[in-house]
């Protein structure tokens, strides 16, 4: 896997890429707020833009820390789909506040080994909310990895929430997959 | 007298230190405690009286181009009190051009925004309110958090915020001397329901973190750190997950 993850891409991606992929997520998220769809259905639409514009290996590896190194292709596998099912339903029902939002998406700053995309949500009746996206396209493709909220970081906040449902479960992966599947 | 609480801030948050980054928690059983009722208070009171308000209709997400609503009146009527505290504060951090436009955002929406119930200021004037407090003054004058602490009510703090808090409340609110009883009763009831509103608003957040948290503590104390790190304008170290 490793391996795999080190291959340099034949073509290094930009800062209007990086800027136009974190769009064009952004404007899918908010096509699906807006759509009025029913919850269960939202969350599998969120599910699929995770998975179409997301790292979900990258995220689901870096939450889960140094237990994901020593875990077999198969659970691992196993818990990568248990998390896009978690993240897609905690962060569908977050995104909701943003219903009749606009979100503008600015320039692209490059950061340690990837890019970091700014983006403002102007929710009507309170101050603008920064949204921070980072993205990488170490798997190939432009897919982003963290996004950081007022300040607030999603992956460091997974890592200890994982962690501690890790704990809770005395490090059984099995019990803590079970329980991922249910949570979010 | 007045100096009691600075004096008690800076030898407070001479107490704690922690690596770079991270925030000392020495007294996280007692933390934990507070935690735990703090919790309950907002399972048995707070998320209750903030799905009536939601109920109500009243908090309802405001649209563009349509009136606020009630909950959205008070809540502009209590932050708009707050602000001259905010400008001493700015002035105290040697900040002049926050200071002038809270200036200005207080005078356009105390008159033509009512004594404060509309946002003209924010939403034609582009002046939306700059915040900041006492504890951030703590800060630019150089004085570190000190220790994570968890407060009864208020939440998550830190001895810094603490103190700041305090300053805030008791010493620098210009308007103490002009308002009257009733005027500073009804400026507090204001930004006391405004807090339910914003509950009801943001309430699945929330309920996500204090209700359906592994460890509704560790993500409050994260949240808070990591958004107060924030607002202070203090660097964060990236994650860079294929880096590791």
Known sequence: MGGVMAVTPAHAMTAAEASTAIRRAVDEVLGIINSGRPPAQMYGAFAGVFQRHADVDAISRSALGPTARQMDPSSFGQFREAMTGYVARKYGRRFQEFLGSRIEVGAARPLKSFWAVDSTAYLNGRSPMRVEWHISDKTGQPRFFNLIIEGVNMLASEREEINAMLARRKGDVGALIADLQQAG | ?244
């Open chain 2, 1 to 244: 007298m007045r100096l009691v609480p600075v004096v008690l801030a800076l030898s407070l948050a001479g107490c704690a230190t922690a690596p770079p980054g991270e925030i000392a928690d020495p007294y996280e059983p007692m933390n934990r405690r507070v935690h735990a009722f703090n919790k309950a208070l907002d399972a048995n009171l707070v998320r209750p009286a903030a799905r009536m308000v939601k109920g109500d209709g009243a908090s309802r997400p405001p649209v563009e181009g349509q009136p606020p609503g009630v909950m959205q009146m008070v809540g502009n009527f209590g932050s708009n009190l707050s602000l001259p505290g905010k400008v001493v504060n700015s002035l105290l951090q040697g900040r002049p051009e926050p200071a002038v436009k809270n200036t200005f955002r207080f005078a356009v929406n105390t008159t033509l925004g009512l004594g404060g119930l509309f946002d003209p200021a924010g939403s034609d004037f582009a002046l939306p309110e700059i915040d900041t407090d006492f504890g951030e003054t703590l800060h630019v004058w150089g004085v570190p958090s000190g220790a994570y602490l968890e407060l009864p009510l208020l939440g998550p703090s830190t001895e810094r915020d603490l103190a700041g808090k305090i300053v805030d409340f008791a010493l620098i609110d210009p308007l103490d001397n002009v308002l009257t009883d009733e005027q500073k009763l009804a400026g507090t009831a204001a930004r006391v329901v405004s807090k339910a509103g914003e509950r009801a608003q943001f309430g699945s957040t929330v309920d996500s973190v204090l209700h359906e948290s592994a460890d509704s503590y560790a993500q409050t104390r994260l949240l808070y750190t990591q958004h107060r790190r924030y607002e202070l304008k203090q660097e964060e170290d990236a994650i860079d997950p294929y880096a590791e």
